[in-house]
């Protein structure tokens, strides 16, 4: 409960920083779509490594001139993980992430009078995480140097970063409705954390 009541503040904080009092289009919509992690989250001969996984979320955009949108999103995942050393795998576990984000994009490609728009942009996210062990596979039951380093990651975290993005959207002329495709890459500030590729798409309604 105190990690989403702090998500929540964040998702509100963000929605204040990134969505100016400018004249616009608001809009608030969902996505779904598939995440990637990866990067080695302790060093030497032992990797944390998960599958991608479906991500759910939802948006607010403050679409301004066409020229730029401002956004405040929130997603989650959730994934089983391995722990393998060189040669065997030492556990199982479970990963959940909820995710914020503040984006600003800018409009790059459209014509007069279409409905079609292409766009980039990038900004700033917070990770919520969260990681639990659910089987040890092999034998951890003393205070080895590989459970300590295991132990070191386990549990709740929150990492910031920056991710750049890239996509397009489809306005219906006849009702205030939309539809985009969207490709991200996050990058975490801390080397200790994973990056993130995404690829989603999902339905924007003005309001």
């Keep these: 409960m105190v990690r989403a009541r702090q998500g929540v503040a964040f998702l509100v904080l ?7 009092a400018a004249r616009g289009d608001s809009s608030v919509g ?8 990866s990067g080695e989250l302790f060093s ?30 929130g997603e989650y995942t959730k994934s089983d993980f391995t722990i393998k050393g060189a040669s065997e795998k030492l556990a199982d576990g479970d990963y959940e992430d909820f ?12 014509l007069p009078g279409s409905p079609l728009r292409v766009y980039v942009g990038g900004g700033l996210n ?26 070191d990651i386990l549990g ?23 539809i985009f495709l969207e490709g991200r890459y996050n990058v975490p500030f801390s080397e200790d954390a ?4 995404s690829v989603y798409a999902g339905v924007g309604i003005g309001v």
């Design 156 to 178: 709740e975290d929150t990492e910031v970063g920056w991710h750049a993005l890239a996509g397009a959207k489809l306005k219906f002329p006849a009702a205030p409705l939309f």
């Design 99 to 110: 995710l914020i984000l503040g984006s600003v994009k800018l409009n790059v490609f459209s």
């Design 30 to 37: 969902v996505r779904i779509g598939y995440s990637q992690a």
């Design 14 to 20: 963000v929605a204040l920083v990134s969505i100016p």
């Design 194 to 197: 994973a990056s993130h590729k």
């Design 126 to 151: 917070a990770q919520f995480v969260d990681k639990k062990v659910a089987i040890w596979v092999t034998d951890q039951s003393g205070e080895s140097e590989i459970e300590e380093k295991v132990k």
């Design 44 to 73: 030497g001969d032992y990797d944390f490594d998960w599958d991608g996984v479906s991500l759910y979320g939802v948006q607010l955009e403050l679409d301004c001139l066409r020229l730029v949108t401002f956004e405040a999103a």
